[in-house]
């Protein structure tokens, strides 16, 4: 039987658009427009109704339109009917018109999110690296999403307070909810690693057509119990007003020929790292959910030279349903391949071929 795929999403009030209704089909579906008409925004529409999370923003506020009061998004995916509102009163989301927890919502779904923002990965801050480990985290280990709010939850408390001086009676108070999620998130996050890592080499062969050796290695930034660690840096903490240790501050590792990438990779090698590490982090999700995510690539085929573009293609698998943004399609050697939509500069989006 077929994978479930996204068959309609309305946009109202999202970004630059009033009012859109886009109905992809179930493969591959190009959509092309000028720069700054909303092709991003179109397909962080997509990756907010079916993940509750945008890939631009942490503030949903951003994500309403100028001038409006609040958003609301509204699609298909396979048979279930996924609906979400911002407003002064918050996110509200619904499955088939019904309340549903977080966990219910996100087990529908999954997502892979491409862009050409993605070298950052390489060479940005590791707050990036470990938000690409949460995005894959939370869609393929059930308690991912709840370790990692818990997580995030207990330490905005506990810095608040060695912010404000308090006492130490107080802010310990806080280190039994922190270690109990910072360990469970470590011990999770080198998991997703273990799994990542033989798709990051294939998926870099791939792209770069390279035998190369790369790899990806997570740095936790404390061992054994953190709550041990926690009591041992209370001076240090103390000090710094803030908490210095735990999954907060853990790295992941880009390496090429056992050297950093960042540094050591050329930027055509780091194009095709980056390109890997997410063509890796959709193979994850298939094989540990035993379906495709829904490919949403924005943009990325002005980073790579007419080679990598072709073997980017290739990678892809062929079963999968993809929205792919484009100023041109004037690269592809397969005019055949997809279908294709134009975005116009009125807001409105139609179906060439």
């Not at 946009?11 to 700054?36: K, M, Y």
């Not at 008409?37 to 339109?65: D, F, I, N, Y």
Request: with cysteine.
């Amino acid at each position: 039987m077929p994978s479930p795929t996204l068959a309609r999403i309305c946009l109202c009030d999202f970004r630059p658009f009033t009012l859109l209704d886009f109905e992809p089909t179930a493969g591959r579906n190009f959509i092309v427009g000028s720069n700054a008409l909303g092709k991003t925004s179109l397909l962080e529409a997509v990756c907010l109704l079916l993940r509750l999370q945008s890939q631009r923003t942490t503030a949903p506020r951003e994500c309403v339109r100028f001038g409006a009061a609040r958003f609301g998004l509204d699609g298909s995916w396979g048979e279930a009917r996924l609906r979400v509102t911002f407003d002064d009163n918050g996110r509200k989301a619904f499955l088939n018109d019904t309340a549903v927890t977080v966990r219910e919502y996100l087990a529908v779904a999954k997502v892979a999110w491409m862009s050409n923002s993605d070298r950052e990965l390489i060479s940005g801050s590791g707050s990036l690296r470990r938000r690409f480990l949460d995005f894959l985290g939370v869609q393929i280990f059930p308690a991912y999403g709840e370790h990692l709010r818990a997580y995030e939850k207990a330490l905005r408390s506990r810095n608040a307070l060695l912010r404000d001086g308090r006492s130490w009676r107080e802010i310990a108070a806080f280190n039994t909810p922190l270690a109990t999620a910072g360990d469970a998130l470590r011990d999770a996050r080198i998991r997703l690693v273990e799994l990542l890592a033989p798709h990051v080499q294939q998926s870099y062969s791939d792209i770069a057509r390279s035998d190369e050796p790369v790899a990806i290695v997570y740095r936790p930034a404390h061992s054994g119990s953190l709550a041990e660690t926690l009591e041992s840096t209370r001076e240090r903490d103390t000090r710094a007003g803030v908490t210095t240790i735990g999954p907060h501050r853990d790295e992941l590792d880009i390496l090429l020929r056992e050297h950093p990438a960042a540094s050591f990779a050329s930027e055509g090698q780091q194009r095709s790292f980056a390109v890997a590490l997410k063509l890796a982090q959709a193979a994850c999700i298939r094989q540990n959910t035993g379906a495709p995510p829904i490919y949403l690539i924005d943009d990325v085929f002005g980073e790579l030279d007419t080679a990598r573009r072709e073997n980017f293609l290739a990678a892809l698998p062929r079963d999968a349903q993809m929205l792919i943004t484009t100023t041109s399609l004037a690269w592809r050697s397969n005019e055949s391949d997809g279908t294709i939509f134009r975005l116009q500069a009125d807001g409105c989006i139609e179906k060439t071929r």
